[in-house]
């Protein structure tokens, strides 16, 4: 069983790639982002802890997010998986590594989304204008990034220090061109 980590900074390109992939491959996806955005839409107690956070641009303790992950690939073991936004620090791939060997999943493969900041920047600027996230504003855009560098960005190295990572440029291109090379990658994996 494969497990596919899509890895990027805030605005790199996840969430839109993940649905081109997804057309053509049978993944079991989870967005962590996308679950915390539902659950503040449906005012849980979870939702109403993780509004403030999110509007700050930090992330949520990784106790609650690994939770989250557990139990979505217990549901869905047996698939392959396409996580998107996960992991997020050190602690939290350590945990999916756990559960992964738990279930005798195999290694996680991450795929990098590479984009420059100065471009991810005008990107989530250009997305707050159309899908009006509160949490895409130049302020919070920047703590984004602060908390990517400080605390994300050791995710990668985690991951090319075991194997198993790849970088693509995420930047250069339309999404459907960008998919096309992440489709060969992900063909190879
Ligand atoms: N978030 C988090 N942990 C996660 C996923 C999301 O703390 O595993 C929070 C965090 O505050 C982040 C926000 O939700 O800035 C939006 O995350 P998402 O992945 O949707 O946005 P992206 O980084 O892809 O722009
Ligand atoms: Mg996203």
């Given at each position: 069983m494969r497990n596919i980590i899509l890895f990027g900074a805030p605005g790199a390109g996840k969430g839109t790639q993940s649905a081109i992939i997804r057309?053509?491959?049978?993944?079991a996806y989870i967005s962590t982002g996308e679950i915390l955005r539902s659950e503040i839409k449906n005012g849980t107690q979870l939702g109403k802890q993780a509004e403030?956070?999110?509007?700050?641009?930090?992330?949520?303790?990784?106790?609650?997010?690994?939770?989250?992950?557990?139990?979505?690939?217990?549901?869905n073991n047996g698939k392959d998986l396409l996580l998107?936004?996960?992991?997020?620090?050190?602690?939290?791939?350590?945990?999916l590594d756990g559960i992964l060997k738990e279930l005798n999943r195999g290694e996680a493969k991450v795929v990098e989304l590479?984009?420059?900041?100065?471009?991810?920047?005008?990107?989530?600027?250009?997305?707050?204008?159309?899908e009006g996230r509160k949490d895409d504003n130049e302020q919070t855009i920047r703590e984004r990034f602060n908390q990517y560098d400080k605390k994300t960005a050791a995710v990668a190295d985690y991951y090319?220090?075991?194997?198993?990572?790849?970088?693509i440029d995420g930047q250069n291109?339309?999404?459907?061109?960008i998919s096309v090379k992440l489709i060969e990658v992900l063909e190879k994996l």
């Amino acid at each position: 069983m494969r497990n596919i980590i899509l890895f990027g900074a805030p605005g790199a390109g996840k969430g839109t790639q993940s649905a081109i992939i997804r057309e053509k491959f049978d993944f079991a996806y989870i967005s962590t982002g996308e679950i915390l955005r539902s659950e503040i839409k449906n005012g849980t107690q979870l939702g109403k802890q993780a509004e403030e956070i999110i509007n700050r641009g930090e992330l949520v303790s990784d106790s609650i997010i690994v939770g989250m992950i557990q139990s979505f690939i217990e549901k869905n073991n047996g698939k392959d998986l396409l996580l998107d936004g996960f992991p997020r620090t050190v602690k939290q791939a350590e945990a999916l590594d756990g559960i992964l060997k738990e279930l005798n999943r195999g290694e996680a493969k991450v795929v990098e989304l590479a984009v420059d900041k100065d471009v991810l920047m005008q990107r989530l600027l250009k997305r707050a204008e159309i899908e009006g996230r509160k949490d895409d504003n130049e302020q919070t855009i920047r703590e984004r990034f602060n908390q990517y560098d400080k605390k994300t960005a050791a995710v990668a190295d985690y991951y090319k220090q075991k194997g198993g990572y790849i970088s693509i440029d995420g930047q250069n291109g339309t999404p459907e061109q960008i998919s096309v090379k992440l489709i060969e990658v992900l063909e190879k994996l």
